[in-house]
Protein backbone atom coordinates (compact mmCIF):
# COMPACT_ATOMS: atom_id res chain seq x y z
CA UNK A 1 0.00 0.00 0.00
CA UNK A 2 1.04 3.24 -1.08
CA UNK A 3 -0.01 6.18 0.91
CA UNK A 4 1.14 10.23 0.80
CA UNK A 5 1.77 12.15 3.58
CA UNK A 6 1.02 16.30 3.17
CA UNK A 7 3.12 18.12 5.22
CA UNK A 8 2.56 21.33 5.51
CA UNK A 9 5.54 23.70 6.38
CA UNK A 10 6.19 27.55 7.45
CA UNK A 11 10.46 27.48 8.82
CA UNK A 12 10.56 23.74 9.98
CA UNK A 13 14.01 23.25 9.02
CA UNK A 14 14.98 22.33 12.42
CA UNK A 15 12.33 18.93 13.02
CA UNK A 16 11.99 18.09 9.17
CA UNK A 17 14.80 15.73 9.59
CA UNK A 18 13.27 14.09 12.59
CA UNK A 19 10.16 13.80 10.79
CA UNK A 20 11.21 12.51 7.51
CA UNK A 21 13.44 9.82 8.92
CA UNK A 22 10.95 8.31 10.73
CA UNK A 23 8.46 7.81 7.93
CA UNK A 24 7.40 4.05 7.66
CA UNK A 25 7.70 2.34 4.44
CA UNK A 26 5.32 2.89 2.09
CA UNK A 27 4.63 6.53 3.11
CA UNK A 28 5.71 8.93 0.86
CA UNK A 29 6.18 12.48 2.54
CA UNK A 30 4.82 15.56 0.06
CA UNK A 31 6.34 18.96 1.60
CA UNK A 32 4.49 22.17 1.00
CA UNK A 33 6.68 24.70 1.82
CA UNK A 34 4.46 27.67 2.73
CA UNK A 35 6.64 30.83 1.94
CA UNK A 36 9.46 29.94 4.74
CA UNK A 37 12.41 31.56 4.80
CA UNK A 38 14.88 29.32 6.70
CA UNK A 39 16.05 25.81 4.48
CA UNK A 40 13.24 23.73 5.17
CA UNK A 41 12.59 23.31 0.97
CA UNK A 42 16.51 22.29 0.78
CA UNK A 43 16.41 20.09 3.39
CA UNK A 44 13.11 18.18 2.58
CA UNK A 45 14.62 17.74 -0.70
CA UNK A 46 17.93 16.63 0.59
CA UNK A 47 15.57 14.43 2.43
CA UNK A 48 13.94 12.45 -1.02
CA UNK A 49 10.77 14.32 0.04
CA UNK A 50 8.29 16.03 -2.83
CA UNK A 51 8.25 19.28 -2.77
CA UNK A 52 5.79 21.53 -3.35
CA UNK A 53 5.42 25.15 -2.93
CA UNK A 54 2.50 27.67 -1.79
CA UNK A 55 3.39 30.91 -1.63
CA UNK A 56 0.26 32.03 -0.50
CA UNK A 57 0.25 32.08 3.31
CA UNK A 58 -2.21 29.92 5.32
CA UNK A 59 -2.63 26.68 7.33
CA UNK A 60 -5.38 25.68 4.70
CA UNK A 61 -3.43 26.74 1.79
CA UNK A 62 -0.48 24.40 2.38
CA UNK A 63 -2.75 21.23 2.87
CA UNK A 64 -4.85 21.53 0.26
CA UNK A 65 -1.78 22.41 -2.39
CA UNK A 66 -0.39 19.42 -0.91
CA UNK A 67 -3.83 17.34 -1.51
CA UNK A 68 -3.91 18.82 -5.00
CA UNK A 69 -0.09 17.45 -5.63
CA UNK A 70 -1.06 14.37 -4.02
CA UNK A 71 -1.61 10.93 -6.37
CA UNK A 72 -1.92 7.76 -3.96
CA UNK A 73 -5.60 6.96 -3.40
CA UNK A 74 -5.08 7.02 0.28
CA UNK A 75 -3.84 10.28 1.88
CA UNK A 76 -2.30 11.42 5.06
CA UNK A 77 -1.66 15.37 6.88
CA UNK A 78 0.51 15.27 9.71
CA UNK A 79 2.02 18.58 11.08
CA UNK A 80 5.93 18.46 10.43
CA UNK A 81 7.29 20.17 14.01
CA UNK A 82 7.81 17.18 15.22
CA UNK A 83 5.05 16.87 17.45
CA UNK A 84 3.86 14.03 16.33
CA UNK A 85 5.46 10.67 15.20
CA UNK A 86 4.67 9.51 11.75
CA UNK A 87 5.03 6.04 13.27
CA UNK A 88 1.97 6.27 14.12
CA UNK A 89 0.75 7.06 10.34
CA UNK A 90 -0.24 3.32 9.75
CA UNK A 91 -2.53 3.26 13.13
CA UNK A 92 -4.56 6.06 11.55
CA UNK A 93 -4.74 4.89 7.67
CA UNK A 94 -5.75 1.71 8.70
CA UNK A 95 -9.34 2.20 9.18
CA UNK A 96 -9.40 3.60 6.41
CA UNK A 97 -7.57 0.63 4.14
CA UNK A 98 -9.65 -1.69 5.92
CA UNK A 99 -12.83 0.24 4.92
CA UNK A 100 -13.78 0.75 8.62
CA UNK A 101 -13.65 4.19 8.32
CA UNK A 102 -13.80 7.55 5.67
CA UNK A 103 -12.22 9.93 7.82
CA UNK A 104 -9.34 9.05 11.31
CA UNK A 105 -8.23 11.96 13.25
CA UNK A 106 -5.60 11.11 15.48
CA UNK A 107 -6.77 12.07 19.04
CA UNK A 108 -3.51 14.00 20.60
CA UNK A 109 -2.11 12.22 23.85
CA UNK A 110 0.36 14.50 25.54
CA UNK A 111 3.11 11.84 26.43
CA UNK A 112 5.38 15.42 28.25
CA UNK A 113 5.15 18.43 29.74
CA UNK A 114 4.32 21.26 27.74
CA UNK A 115 3.46 19.38 24.96
CA UNK A 116 0.06 21.05 24.65
CA UNK A 117 -0.39 24.69 26.31
CA UNK A 118 -3.36 24.71 28.66
CA UNK A 119 -4.75 27.70 26.26
CA UNK A 120 -4.56 25.55 23.50
CA UNK A 121 -6.17 22.53 25.11
CA UNK A 122 -9.00 24.46 26.50
CA UNK A 123 -9.90 25.31 23.03
CA UNK A 124 -10.13 21.92 21.29
CA UNK A 125 -12.15 21.15 24.38
CA UNK A 126 -14.78 23.45 23.54
CA UNK A 127 -14.12 22.88 19.96
CA UNK A 128 -14.50 19.29 20.06
CA UNK A 129 -17.77 19.26 22.68
CA UNK A 130 -19.21 21.05 19.79
CA UNK A 131 -18.61 18.82 17.15
CA UNK A 132 -19.41 16.13 19.07
CA UNK A 133 -23.21 17.47 19.37
CA UNK A 134 -23.03 18.68 15.58
CA UNK A 135 -22.02 15.93 13.88
CA UNK A 136 -22.79 12.97 15.75
CA UNK A 137 -19.32 11.89 15.71
CA UNK A 138 -17.90 10.55 18.86
CA UNK A 139 -14.47 12.90 18.51
CA UNK A 140 -12.58 14.47 21.33
CA UNK A 141 -9.69 16.11 19.28
CA UNK A 142 -10.25 17.96 16.12
CA UNK A 143 -6.43 16.42 15.28
CA UNK A 144 -3.62 17.32 13.11
CA UNK A 145 -2.65 13.53 11.75
CA UNK A 146 -5.52 12.26 9.84
CA UNK A 147 -6.25 9.79 7.25
CA UNK A 148 -8.94 9.86 4.37
CA UNK A 149 -8.79 9.03 1.00
CA UNK A 150 -7.55 11.55 -1.84
CA UNK A 151 -10.56 11.47 -4.53
CA UNK A 152 -13.36 11.86 -1.61
CA UNK A 153 -11.88 14.93 0.06
CA UNK A 154 -11.41 16.38 -3.21
CA UNK A 155 -14.98 16.01 -3.94
CA UNK A 156 -15.70 17.48 -0.75
CA UNK A 157 -14.87 21.08 -2.17
CA UNK A 158 -13.21 22.04 0.53
CA UNK A 159 -13.11 26.39 0.02
CA UNK A 160 -11.11 27.51 3.65
CA UNK A 161 -7.14 28.36 3.35
CA UNK A 162 -7.03 29.32 6.87
CA UNK A 163 -7.10 27.08 10.12
CA UNK A 164 -10.87 26.38 9.35
CA UNK A 165 -9.84 24.12 7.09
CA UNK A 166 -9.69 21.06 9.12
CA UNK A 167 -12.83 21.92 10.94
CA UNK A 168 -14.21 22.32 7.11
CA UNK A 169 -13.08 18.58 6.28
CA UNK A 170 -15.11 17.46 9.55
CA UNK A 171 -18.16 19.40 9.04
CA UNK A 172 -18.35 18.41 5.32
CA UNK A 173 -17.77 14.88 5.54
CA UNK A 174 -20.33 14.10 8.39
CA UNK A 175 -22.65 16.44 6.51
CA UNK A 176 -22.09 13.64 3.19
CA UNK A 177 -22.80 10.56 5.43
CA UNK A 178 -18.60 9.91 5.89
CA UNK A 179 -18.15 7.10 8.90
CA UNK A 180 -15.59 9.49 11.14
CA UNK A 181 -13.06 7.70 14.24
CA UNK A 182 -10.62 8.95 16.07
CA UNK A 183 -6.93 6.76 17.01
CA UNK A 184 -5.07 7.99 20.01
CA UNK A 185 -1.27 9.45 18.76
CA UNK A 186 1.17 10.20 21.19
CA UNK A 187 1.56 14.36 21.61
CA UNK A 188 5.36 15.25 21.71
CA UNK A 189 6.68 18.49 22.46
CA UNK A 190 7.49 20.67 18.97
CA UNK A 191 10.42 21.47 17.84
CA UNK A 192 10.98 25.43 18.08
CA UNK A 193 7.57 27.72 19.04
CA UNK A 194 3.94 27.25 17.45
CA UNK A 195 2.82 29.50 15.18
CA UNK A 196 -0.31 28.95 16.87
CA UNK A 197 -1.01 26.91 20.08
CA UNK A 198 2.77 28.54 21.10
CA UNK A 199 0.87 31.53 21.73
CA UNK A 200 -2.71 32.42 23.30
CA UNK A 201 -2.56 35.37 20.45
CA UNK A 202 -2.31 32.34 17.88
CA UNK A 203 -4.86 29.96 19.68
CA UNK A 204 -7.27 33.08 19.22
CA UNK A 205 -6.65 33.39 15.81
CA UNK A 206 -6.94 29.75 14.91
CA UNK A 207 -10.38 29.72 17.30
CA UNK A 208 -11.59 32.98 15.01
CA UNK A 209 -11.03 30.89 12.02
CA UNK A 210 -12.99 27.86 13.28
CA UNK A 211 -15.73 30.23 14.53
CA UNK A 212 -16.11 31.35 11.05
CA UNK A 213 -16.40 27.82 9.77
CA UNK A 214 -18.56 26.91 12.05
CA UNK A 215 -21.02 29.38 11.35
CA UNK A 216 -20.84 29.22 7.46
CA UNK A 217 -21.75 24.91 7.99
CA UNK A 218 -24.53 25.73 10.13
CA UNK A 219 -27.27 23.57 9.11
CA UNK A 220 -29.72 26.59 9.50
CA UNK A 221 -27.85 28.02 6.72
CA UNK A 222 -27.59 24.69 4.41
CA UNK A 223 -24.14 24.32 4.09
CA UNK A 224 -21.53 21.78 4.46
CA UNK A 225 -22.47 19.26 2.43
CA UNK A 226 -22.12 18.06 -1.05
CA UNK A 227 -25.56 16.74 -2.45
CA UNK A 228 -26.69 14.47 0.18
CA UNK A 229 -24.95 11.21 1.92
CA UNK A 230 -22.42 9.60 -0.21
CA UNK A 231 -20.06 7.99 1.99
CA UNK A 232 -16.98 7.50 -0.05
CA UNK A 233 -15.53 4.11 -1.59
CA UNK A 234 -12.28 3.20 -2.98
CA UNK A 235 -11.19 5.30 -5.69
CA UNK A 236 -10.22 4.99 -9.21
CA UNK A 237 -7.19 5.54 -11.03
CA UNK A 238 -8.12 8.95 -12.25
CA UNK A 239 -7.14 12.55 -10.85
CA UNK A 240 -9.46 15.10 -10.68
CA UNK A 241 -9.08 19.00 -11.95
CA UNK A 242 -7.47 20.97 -10.47
Known amino acids: MSVDVILPCLNEEAALPWVLERMPDGYHPIVVDNA ?3 RTAEIAHALGADVVSEPRRGFGAACHAGLLAARADLVCFMDADASLDPRRLPAVTSP ?10 GARRPVASGAWPWHA ?21 LGPMRAARRVALLELGLTDRRFGYPLEMVLRAAATGWRIAEVEVDYL ?22 RRV ?29
Open 121 to 141: RLGNVVLARRLRRRTGADLHD
Open 214 to 242: MAEHSPARGSGGTGGPRPPGPSRDSSPPE
Open 36 to 38: STD
Open 189 to 210: PRAGRSKVTGTVRGTMRAISDM
Open 96 to 105: VAEGKADLVL
